[in-house]
């Protein structure tokens, strides 16, 4: 029996020793786990994450075409969150905030979202939502459905995720999370070849991990050294 696709490699089955098992390859919601300051938040209906930048497409007189494109700004995360009124706590105040109203907010928190869909601890992730700003809170009273929901918009300065093992060679914010996956995808630019290292064989630091994780502060890779290098005998990988 085989034990996956034949065109994709998309797993279909375990691939433990012994007889081949049936194995669940999808990530569901139930495997997340919201968090803010060590405390799961409850009740949440919904939780939704946005990463959006634009990206400037460069012509010029004579061609008909883009010649060039390059993103023009820095990446907005946003997102939102709906939650059932629940346990007396507000929306704010079940992410650990001591208010309820947007304008009360006086500086931004942190959600982290732990992925457990993994049973090893150290190939679990966690993604850190830096600096959130409550944006928006919303509810409605409604005659034909008691229960109650708030909805809580929010933007953020950055997000990072890094898995749980906490051991990295160039970053103290731990592993990338892009490491292949089950079936081992090779990375587009991760050495000649492709690899799944932070450094690749010739030293240089994988610049678009370094910011996966967080590493070091930054927040964004377009201002590494050396991008107009890309295509020559020069890697940023």
């Given amino acids: 029996m085989v034990t996956s696709a034949p065109n994709t490699g998309s797993t279909l089955y375990g691939t433990a020793q012994g007889p081949q098992i049936n194995k669940t390859s999808t990530a569901i919601s139930t495997n997340i786990i919201i968090m803010v300051n060590d405390r799961a938040v409850g009740a949440v209906?919904?939780?939704?994450?946005?990463?959006?930048?634009?990206?400037?497409?460069?012509?010029?007189?004579?061609?008909?075409g883009?010649?060039?494109?390059?993103?023009?700004?820095?990446?907005?995360?946003?997102?939102?969150?709906?939650?059932?009124?629940?346990?007396?706590?507000r929306v704010a105040e079940a992410f650990s905030r001591g208010f309820i109203h947007a304008a009360s907010q006086v500086y931004p928190f942190?959600?982290?979202?732990?992925?457990?869909?993994?049973?090893?601890q150290g190939s679990q992730i966690s993604t850190v939502i830096k600096n959130v700003w409550i944006s928006g809170l919303s509810y409605t009273y409604q005659a034909n459905d008691w229960v109650i929901t708030d909805n809580m918009e929010w933007e953020a300065e950055t997000i990072y995720s890094f898995l749980n093992n906490g051991s990295s060679n160039v970053a103290s914010s731990g592993n990338p999370v892009a490491q292949g996956?089950?079936?081992?995808?090779?990375?587009?630019?991760?050495?000649?070849?492709?690899?799944?290292n932070i450094i690749s064989?010739?030293?240089?630091v994988n610049i678009e991990q370094l910011v996966d994780t967080g590493a070091g502060g930054r927040r964004g890779s377009l201002d590494a050294?050396?991008?107009?290098?890309?295509?020559?005998?020069t890697s940023l990988f």
């Fill in 45 to 64: 209906q919904q939780m939704a994450i946005n990463e959006k930048r634009s990206i400037r497409m460069i012509d010029e007189v004579g061609t008909d």
């Fill in 66 to 89: 883009h010649i060039d494109s390059v993103p023009n700004q820095s990446t907005n995360i946003s997102g939102s969150c709906q939650r059932i009124r629940f346990d007396r706590l």
């Fill in 110 to 120: 942190d959600i982290v979202i732990l992925d457990k869909q993994k049973r090893n």
């Fill in 181 to 196: 996956g089950e079936i081992g995808v090779v990375h587009m630019g991760g050495g000649a070849f492709g690899n799944t």
């Fill in 201 to 204: 064989g010739d030293g240089v």
């Fill in 225 to 233: 050294a050396g991008l107009i290098d890309l295509g020559s005998d």
